[in-house]
């Protein structure tokens, strides 16, 4: 397991229109996204067959950049 930034957008807004946002990710050995943590260690739940995480404490719905370096190693 490795752990390693992630971009994440806020669902519905304009991506290029607001500061840049990195979480916190863990990754399995097959550089799947498995758990996901704000900066303030809250863990994000997943919807499940989505790019999108919840906030479980505001609702909030986060969309997960995918990270081009990892994408083009597990092809």
Same mark, same amino acid.
Do not use: A
């Given at each position: 397991?490795?752990?390693?930034?992630?971009t994440?957008?806020?669902?519905?807004?304009?991506?290029?229109?607001?500061?840049?946002?990195?979480?916190?990710g863990?990754?399995?050995?097959?550089?799947?996204?498995?758990? @996901?943590?704000?900066? %303030?260690?809250?863990?994000?739940?997943r919807?499940?067959?989505? $790019? =999108?995480?919840? @906030?479980?404490?505001? %609702?909030?719905?986060?969309?997960?950049?995918?990270?081009?370096? $990892? =994408?083009?190693?597990?092809?």
């Amino acid at each position: 397991m490795n752990t390693r930034k992630v971009t994440v957008h806020k669902m519905y807004e304009e991506f290029h229109s607001y500061p840049i946002t990195q979480y916190t990710g863990e990754y399995d050995d097959k550089n799947n996204l498995i758990r @996901l943590f704000n900066s %303030s260690k809250e863990q994000l739940i997943r919807v499940f067959g989505t $790019y =999108q995480w919840c @906030l479980p404490s505001t %609702s909030i719905c986060y969309f997960v950049e995918e990270d081009p370096f $990892y =994408q083009r190693t597990m092809d």
